[in-house]
């Protein structure tokens, strides 16, 4: 092993990757001079579909070669790879349990972890959590719940364009960062475009004046121009202006070109039935249960759904979140829905998308919205310019499920169902669509434990628990405080009162000891003894 120089024990080299180049086909998908990794680092990496990052995990581990640069590895790896094998008798968050555990047991120095939250439900995204917050490696983990990185991380890796951009502090202090980082862009392409227009107006000037100085001027006699020479006169004075005129383009030419920042246009939607189901109850749920075969997944329930709200579905894996979702689809017994409703459903399988058609053609072909605002949502979802045109069959997981998106947002409805919509969606996608859905006017029913995109969205929560539907009339945030308020160890505020007293007596023995404080303080001790062991 090579040796490692002191630099203190958090300093300390674990990694380290040096002028690496790498290449997928014909394009460079990795390019940087060099990037370390050391003991105690908590590292979230970040970067659009398709960016590198897998690719990147994958050198490191040193699955893959590259072209150019060299790897250092000082400490043993661990790797949790993207894609967890199926199987027949345990869920998908099960199967990615038993990675975690059985990668963790390793204890290797560098732990290198592909979305590891992918098919964990909320309750076990928090049980990884702690488990990594408790683990004394350092590791580098690709995920898209930004929620969970703001957790667990300490520094985030984005990759951009094949460079790897380094930010300090977890994932909202990455978003604070790139926000400050726009905004400078844009002053920066203000002041270019004000410089840029000041130069032209200079050089528009000096071009008129250029072509009037070939001019015999109006108050000179023609006797007097035979005298002074004007002709000659006024070519050299056309020269001069001429010269100042290219030096000006060349300052023109040498101004540092600065690029717009994107805008974000608003999306304004012209929804079916709108004034007729605003704000108004477009669907009862009256003693509705949920069965898998004989399993009880949830008791009678009731609720209400009113035009415009934005409803989040939430419980752990295997609860019947799905099954109550296609039981409002369906319109099973008990389910009553207004005929201004109008459904569009979004599941992972993309069956709305026409494969052979453009992602245009196919968000055209079931929208009554006009072209401009067709092209703003696609925007807003990155398909800009002529990406529009390029049919379906070619577009990644990610692109698929952002065109699906699109298709069914633009299409003829008022009330969105979406299964799982962040799924397959990279950081950036998913905040482009709570945008989207933030600005929608129709009602959102959705299924996601996605905690960030849940509290982004949500108005209200249905909450599948315990067999039981409970409805929450206000935010995730609101829903889980009260959650913790309910779950609440009353031994737990008896303890702190406890050792609130016992402070207390402390610091009056200190000043004043005397032997009715002592036994006050032992038997305060006592009872706190006992508390914990009741607690045990």
Request: net charge neutral; charged share 30%; hydrophobic share 35%.
């Amino acid at each position: 092993m090579p040796r490692i120089t002191k630099m203190g024990e958090d300093r300390m080299h674990l990694l380290e990757a040096l002028n690496v180049k790498h290449y997928v086909k014909d394009r460079l998908i990795l390019d940087f001079d060099h990037i370390h990794i050391y003991k105690n680092d908590r590292i979230g990496l970040v970067g659009q579909n398709g960016s590198g990052k897998t690719t990147l995990l994958n050198v490191l581990a040193g699955e893959i070669t590259t072209e150019e640069g060299h790897v250092i590895r000082h400490v043993e790896l661990g790797v949790l790879p993207q894609l967890k094998r199926t199987d027949a008798v345990k869920s998908g968050g099960e199967v990615t349990q038993e990675y975690i555990n059985q990668a963790l047991i390793k204890a290797p120095g560098v732990l290198l972890a592909d979305e590891p939250t992918t098919h964990l439900d909320t309750e076990h995204m928090e049980w990884l959590e702690k488990k990594l917050l408790h683990w004394k490696g350092a590791f580098v983990i690709v995920s898209h719940d930004r929620a969970f990185l703001d957790a667990v991380c300490t520094k985030v890796w984005e990759i951009e364009e094949g460079k790897i951009n380094e930010y300090s502090g977890n994932y909202s202090d990455y978003a604070e960062q790139k926000d400050l980082e726009q905004r400078h862009q844009q002053a920066a392409y203000e002041k270019y475009e004000a410089k840029k227009k000041q130069l032209e107006e200079a050089l528009k000037l000096k071009e008129e004046k250029a072509d009037r100085a070939t001019k015999t001027p109006q108050n000179v006699s023609r006797s007097e121009a035979k005298i002074t020479g004007a002709k000659p006169y006024f070519a050299k004075k056309q020269k001069k202006l001429q010269k100042t005129g290219k030096a000006i383009e060349k300052r023109l030419e040498k101004l540092e070109k600065v690029e717009k920042v994107r805008e974000t246009p608003p999306v304004k939607m012209n929804l079916p039935n709108k004034k007729t189901f605003k704000g108004k109850i477009i669907l009862r749920a009256e003693d509705v249960s949920g069965f898998v075969g004989e399993r009880l997944l949830w008791g009678r329930t009731r609720f209400n759904v009113r035009g415009g709200d934005k409803i989040a579905v939430i419980g752990s894996n295997g609860c019947g979140k799905t099954t109550l979702v296609k039981k409002i689809i369906n319109g099973d017994d008990g389910i009553t829905k207004t005929p201004s409703m109008k459904i569009g459903y979004f599941s992972q399988d993309l069956h709305i998308l026409n494969v052979d058609q453009s992602i245009l053609e196919n968000v055209s072909s079931t929208s009554n919205q006009d072209e401009t605002v067709i092209r703003t949502v696609l925007a807003r979802l990155y398909f800009y310019g002529d990406d529009v045109y390029k049919p379906v069959r070619v577009l990644s997981g990610g692109e698929r499920v952002k065109a699906a998106l699109a298709k069914l947002f633009l299409s003829n409805i008022n009330t969105l169902i979406l299964d799982e919509p962040t799924n397959f969606l990279d950081i950036e996608a998913a905040s482009a669509l709570e945008s989207l859905l933030q600005g929608y006017e129709g009602t959102v029913i959705f299924v996601s434990h996605d905690r960030r995109f849940i509290e982004n969205i949500a108005t209200r929560i249905l909450s599948i628990r315990h067999q039981a539907i409970e409805v929450f009339e206000g935010t995730y945030h609101q829903f889980k405080n009260k959650k913790q308020e309910k779950e609440r160890d009353p031994a737990e505020d008896e303890k702190l009162v406890l050792q609130t007293k016992i402070s207390e007596v402390l610091g009056r023995l200190s000043i004043e000891p005397s032997e009715e404080l002592e036994e006050e303080f032992q038997e305060l001790l006592a009872e706190k003894r006992r508390l914990e062991q009741h607690q045990k």
